[in-house]
């Protein structure tokens, strides 16, 4: 059933009904929890009316006054149940076996199709953890140490309030785990479940927890359960304020429970706004990333990283400075447009977290990852041409070059005829230096291979920055360091891909890049973790993807023998039991520079449908496919950042070897159907903020563009039409330009400015 329309007015009246301007233009008088034209009043605040559709899976609330509506809510849900898609726990799409899902769904010429990719795996139920129970998604705020974590089982565990102590007609729901759950708001923090009733009615829970709390270390939280016949009409309904009444008191009014929602959007409306801007036909992904972002900020303390939440395994002091935490969120925020933010963060980490020598107060610093760091600090700095952060932490940012550097050194001292030869050694994982019992047996400082790729990243991208601030503040000595760590990176890389291309395992059935240079054990050979060759390849696949250092053909025999030998699920490398989502951003990244398009929209589609909850887009670390068992690692703030990153880099990516920028290169091709638009603004690059207003009449075989970039790279426009339409001619600014037929890319001129583009195309 769909929402009904809005009604047009609402005024309250002194004997507490409401009169409801309804869409057919008459009025009706409404008492307190009656219902008109499908919309029930749930209370007043105010001279305004709360109406809200009951019920129904996709429907709002409303905030109606004399003027008309005042705020809108949208409510959405996802069904969970086990017929909302395949039970994949027979063993021919489990890891270490070949991935037959990314097979079938790239079966074809066309894109992957999102539907199917939801139905090849039932959306992720109950996180079990042996017989307890992990929490499924949480709600918190900034300002307060405390999160609150929701279960999909709160049979196992339960949340501060027990959905089946208000509702025990729940419990049979939640033990078939036949649940429906989802957001208010489009994306605001605020969750949504429904728990279905076998006589047609359901109980639905709202939650959401109070931004501007004074508490500081115990955060309040709002609930709402409403019981629902199977006509839509309210049998019941509480409101609690973070606990049950007990021994004495009662529950608040309704009226306070929405103003708290009217608060909880003003507080989150003011801290997400700016930024890039987009308009796109699914506009659920931007709500997506609003809400990736909600819940990464709730994660913090301040500023200061948490890895996850609730949980000591995950949510605890030793792992706050896990340098995966720093690099990807501050990576999201700069790739939206939130640099402020970025700023902040790696402000707080140099200054708390990385010592003068460049050492980390962390219990596991990753070699691999120092790079990375460089990276972000550097395009912090260009991005925004902002030099204060590589000013006040220069000594330190010194000191981590410094530990590159010499480990570079020591490898250039290894024999010319190493495949390992000048390449850098280290442990490539935390987990190496915290739970890894065979650290005082096994020598883990190796050169894997994902340490040199992202060492070269670093140290290039921070040598270009150091010569930009040094022209910037006249220091020649410092423009002169910087060229050096140029041509140091060079060469590094140089050595790298030798290792890489000299390093290939030949066999009978198959040809093997082992993860640490050199080796004869591919990762395959030893169980997992057992030796350093077998510790957390997913990771070096991630670093080198996401290094941009490999070049195409190797990518492709990496993704095409992870795919043959069972490493991945829908092309996500796993580590022999799940999929690893917290990584999946760096593969991604390899696959779109190399133009694998439609591998980086399954790895996408795949990783919003299959890495999080269905409903409240909620990220687990790793992802059991055998959704049966359900053992899946909980949320962790990196794993949330990877929607952010992906849909930025579908609509704008930045060519890590050349001065290139690619505007709409993965845009999928339902986007360009007849009467779409695809439009984003204010995305910030290396060379300045770019924008581009895409509009399809395909019905008249025409696609215009308007793209307004800065000067000092090439940029390329890339318009996928949808299968049977091919380009034949094109125009920019009203010029005709020579064009390959069936071709999509077209390479602006160069320049600054606007520009406009018309392309003519024809039916195949």
């Known amino acids: 059933m769909s929402a009904p329309g809005h009604p047009r007015a609402c005024w309250v009246r002194p004997d507490g009904l409401v009169d409801v301007l309804g869409t057919g233009g008459s009025s009706t008088a409404v008492a307190p929890h009656g219902r008109i034209d499908g919309w029930t009043l749930m209370a007043t605040l105010g001279d305004a009316a709360i109406l809200e559709t009951l019920g129904i899976d996709e429907g709002a609330i409303l905030l109606v006054g004399p003027e008309g509506t005042r705020r809108c809510w949208p409510t959405s849900l996802a069904w969970t149940g086990r017929d909302q898609g395949n039970q994949p726990s027979h063993e021919d799409v489990l890891p270490g076996t070949p991935d037959v899902l990314r097979a079938q769904l790239l079966a074809g010429p066309d894109d992957p199709d999102p539907a199917a990719i939801a139905r090849a795996v039932a959306p992720i139920r109950r996180l079990a953890d042996g017989a307890g129970e992990r929490p499924h998604t949480f709600v918190g705020s900034p300002g307060c140490a405390d999160v609150v974590p929701v279960y999909y089982d709160s049979l196992r565990a339960t949340t501060r309030v027990n959905p089946v102590v208000v509702a025990p007609e729940a419990r049979a729901a939640i033990e078939a785990q036949e649940l429906g759950e989802g957001l208010v708001g489009g994306w605001l923090p605020a969750v949504r479940i429904v728990y279905p009733v076998a006589d047609g009615s359901r109980w639905e829970q709202l939650l959401f927890a109070a931004p501007n709390a004074s508490r500081e270390r115990s955060q309040p939280v709002w609930y709402r359960f409403c019981h629902v016949g199977a006509d839509g009409a309210l049998l019941a309904v509480r409101y609690v304020d973070t606990y049950l009444p007990y021994p004495v008191g009662e529950e608040p009014p309704a009226e306070t429970f929405y103003a708290a929602l009217a608060e909880l959007d003003d507080f989150w409306s003011e801290r997400l706004p700016g930024g890039v801007q987009v308009d796109l036909p699914e506009p659920r992904l931007a709500d997506f990333v609003r809400h990736s972002f909600a819940l990464e900020m709730i994660t913090r303390q301040g500023d200061a990283p948490r890895y996850g939440v609730v949980d000591r395994i995950y949510g605890a002091p030793e792992h706050d400075g896990f340098q995966d935490t720093l690099t990807s969120t501050a990576a999201a925020y700069l790739a939206w447009g939130r640099s402020d933010v970025a700023g902040r963060y790696l402000d707080q980490y140099l200054a708390d977290v990385v010592r003068p020598d460049g050492s980390l107060d962390y219990r596991g610093p990753e070699i691999g990852q120092y790079g990375r760091m460089l990276t972000v600090l550097a395009d912090h700095a260009t991005q925004t041409g902002d030099w204060s952060l590589l000013r006040r932490h220069g000594a330190k940012v010194d000191a981590i070059v410094g530990i590159l550097l010499a480990r570079r050194a020591a490898g250039l001292r290894r024999p010319a005829e190493d495949p390992a030869h000048g390449l850098i050694a280290g442990r490539h994982e935390a987990d190496i230096s915290f739970d890894t019992p065979s650290l005082g047996t096994h020598d883990y400082e190796q050169p894997y ?58 066999r009978s059935d198959d040809r093997v890049l082992p993860i640490v240079a050199g080796s004869t054990h591919g990762h395959l050979d030893a169980p997992y973790r057992s030796r350093p060759e077998s510790f957390d390849d997913n990771r070096v696949w991630h670093e080198l993807f996401g290094s941009g250092a490999l070049p195409a053909d190797v990518v492709r025999e990496i993704v095409e023998g992870g795919a043959r030998r069972g490493d991945t699920a829908f092309g996500i490398f796993g580590n022999r039991k799940h999929a690893v989502a917290f990584t999946a951003h760096g593969v991604a990244y390899g696959l779109l520079q190399h133009d694998l398009v439609r591998e980086y929209l399954l790895l996408l589609r795949a990783h919003l449908l299959h890495m999080h909850t269905r409903g409240t887009w909620t990220a687990v670390e790793c992802s059991d496919l055998d959704r049966d068992r359900g053992e899946h690692w909980p949320y962790c703030a990196p794993a949330q950042m990877t929607i952010p990153l992906l849909l930025r880099w579908l609509l704008v990516f930045e060519d890590p070897l050349a001065p290139r920028v690619w505007l709409a290169r993965a845009v999928p091709r339902d986007w360009l159907r007849r009467g779409q638009t695809v439009a984003v603004s204010g995305v910030p690059t290396a060379y300045g903020p770019v924008g581009f207003r895409i509009e399809s009449t395909l019905g008249g075989g025409i696609i215009t563009a308007e793209v307004d970039r800065p000067a000092g790279a090439t940029f390329v426009l890339r318009l996928r039409a949808p299968q049977g339409w091919t380009l034949d001619e094109a125009e920019v600014d009203g010029r005709d330009v020579p064009v390959v037929r069936g071709a999509e890319d077209l390479e602006l001129p160069r320049g600054s400015g606007i520009v406009r583009v018309a392309v003519r195309y024809r039916v195949e």
């Open 449 to 506: 291979l994902s340490n040199s790729a992202e060492g070269w990243r670093g140290l290039r991208d921070l040598g270009r920055a150091w010569q930009r601030l040094g022209r910037v503040d006249g220091d020649e000595t410092r423009v002169v360091a910087g060229r050096s760590l140029v041509r140091a990176a060079e060469s590094l890389r140089t050595d790298l891909l030798r290792a890489v291309e000299a390093s290939w395992i030949e």
